[in-house]
């Protein structure tokens, strides 16, 4: 079996944030488990600390995104100007294409997302789950995002059909997804969160409708696997045909 070539610098630094993120949610666990009440930010007391450095890690991940100078993964960056690489007479049509099929995988996405999550907030308004359960539900999701990134993505496996997350149509979407169950909770901790998430969604929405040559990898040469210097793909499954022994 072929020996895997030295992780490049970005997949170093994603392998470091996805084990601080696994930190953060095995901490937030273990304070559900032996103090939930450290994470119920209703209760009319002063925000905990585990609380508030968990908003500041999912604010702060989001906030990234809106940096075009961010040292993020291109599958995020392919918004702005300085990640396109024109691809020479690349077909408009097939182009508009390729965007009609990445919407209809983003809205099978959207609808699964949605109805999934809407259950927890039915089970949080009819009190079956509280606060803590929510929060704990973030962080699981906060790590997630970048597990989907790393290693195994069934959004990109079974609904979107992508050859890889650079040439993701919904990279930018873990913002609001990660804040999802914060918004059952009426409370400016959670609907800041929301709001923010929001603001990311609407801002890649806004360039990916504007801009699509810059999502699709027949128009930008930098989402080419040619092209990529990357190798955020090399652990991931299924397989990359690049990582292939």
Known sequence: MRALPKPTKLTVRYLRSVTFRLAVFLFVAALFLWAPDWLDFTAGKPLTVPLVLL????????????????????????????????????????LKEAVRQQNRGALKVAAVWLTGNLVFGILYWRRTIGVAELVLLCALYYLCDLICVLFFCPFQTF????????????????????????????HWFSWSLVGLGLVVLVVWEVRFRRYPERFWFGSNKLLQCAHCQEQLCRYKFPRSPRFRG
């Open 159 to 186: 609904l979107m059909g992508n050859r890889c997350c650079v040439n993701c149509r919904i990279f930018a979407w873990g913002s609001w997804m990660m804040a999802t169950p914060m918004a059952f909770i009426p």
């Open 55 to 94: 908003w500041l890690a999912v604010a702060c991940s989001m906030l990234a995104q809106l940096n075009p100078k961010s040292a993020l993964t291109a599958g995020c960056m392919k918004q702005y100007p300085n990640r396109f690489d024109p691809v020479a007479n690349y077909s408009r049509q097939s």
